[in-house]
């Protein structure tokens, strides 16, 4: 998955704890994270605890959730609990495309299965950078979506 480097930053400070995509990877759990311009470098595993897809939930809102959902549907469809975030040495863009000359950064995501080379290269060269940052996902609620 792809981020900008300040959400990148937010998710790792806990201060952003869904993330909103117009399109979610189906059965996603965890995703390598890719950090845009200039870092340019996957930097860190994202775990996802649930997805949801936003237009459901308008029903269960009272009418501000509700109000700010609507805000975000124009732009996103979907939001992921994240339930924690594993930074990793960052892979620089330079080294993916050394070893593996078709990789294009991707621009949402892609399905990493799809590429085993890609897939063998980051599992062979993660080395974990500190603890795993967890987020409380137990005290979660509707208040928290689209905020």
């Known amino acids: ?5 300040d959400v990148y ?5 806990s201060e952003k704890i869904f993330e909103y995509r117009r399109i979610f990877p189906k059965n996603c759990t965890h995703a390598f994270m890719y950090v845009s311009s200039p870092v340019k470098a996957i930097c860190g595993i994202i775990y996802f605890e649930e997805v949801y ?15 700010r959902i609507n805000r975000y549907l124009p732009k996103y469809q979907y939001a992921g609990s994240i339930k924690a975030v594993q930074k990793i040495k960052p892979i ?56």
């Open 9 to 13: 930053n937010r998710i790792l400070k």
């Open 92 to 147: 620089h863009l330079e080294e993916l495309k050394l070893n593996l000359p078709n990789f294009t950064a991707p621009q949402s995501y892609l399905y990493i299965d799809n590429y085993p080379e890609l897939r063998d290269f980051l599992l062979k060269n993660v080395k974990f950078d500190g603890q795993k940052i967890s987020n409380n996902i137990n005290i979660l609620s509707l208040d928290h979506i689209c905020s």
């Open 53 to 67: 897809k936003l237009s459901d939930l308008i029903d269960s809102c009272d009418e501000v959730i509700s109000d």
């Open 1 to 5: 998955m792809s981020f900008w480097p």
